[in-house]
């Protein structure tokens, strides 16, 4: 006998949200990533002005 293969709406429905969801969180981490990075960018130069003059 052949194996029929059952499609559920809402499982695929299910997929998709949480690939959008995952999208998203990815997008929102990179975000705050950048944020972080920029504040330690900006607090470092702060911190050291002289080396600012070498570069």
């Given at each position: ?11 695929e ?11 998203q ?15 330690i ?15």
């Amino acid at each position: 006998m052949k194996s029929i293969k059952k499609f559920s709406g809402f499982e695929e429905m299910k997929l998709g949200e949480s690939k959008a969801q995952d999208r998203q969180l990815t997008i929102q981490r990179h975000s705050e990533f950048e944020k972080v990075i920029k504040a330690i960018m900006s607090a470092k130069d702060k911190k050291t002005p002289v080396q600012n003059f070498k570069r």
